[in-house]
């Protein structure tokens, strides 16, 4: 039923409803760190905040995201979500041809990684 709304309910719009009705619960555990739904969303705003003014993104503009499993890669997609740039994710574990074609077949115009990448 969601699928057949006008406009389609997003990944964006559940956790947006999460963090209005359950803000204080935890939503990452990652290693000693509970990150909860409003830690999330408050680091995915500064994150869009930042890409916006730093780097210029504006909806429609693919981001390439070469991240590590870490939190971080959560609200830098919560954070393009927001923005509206779709997000071409890249395995951060892939070197050589496989990440050329992958960078290439994702037509992105910006890659974030984390330093050492």
């Not at 408050?42 to 994150?47: H, W």
């Not at 869009?48 to 590590?68: C, K, N, Y």
């Amino acid at each position: 039923r969601r699928l057949n709304r006008r406009p389609p309910v997003t990944l964006l719009d559940v956790f947006q409803e999460h963090v209005r009705r359950r803000p204080r619960w935890p939503l990452i555990l990652f290693q000693d760190e509970i990150y909860t739904y409003e830690d999330v969303d408050r680091r995915s705003n500064q994150a869009a905040r930042l890409l916006a003014r730093r780097l210029g993104l504006e909806a429609g503009q693919t981001v390439a995201v070469f991240l590590p499993n870490h939190p971080t890669y959560v609200w830098t997609w919560l954070a393009l979500a927001k923005l509206g740039c779709p997000m071409a994710c890249l395995n951060c574990n892939v070197r050589g041809r496989a990440l050329q074609h992958a960078l290439a077949a994702a037509g992105a115009t910006v890659i974030l990684s984390s330093p050492g990448e």
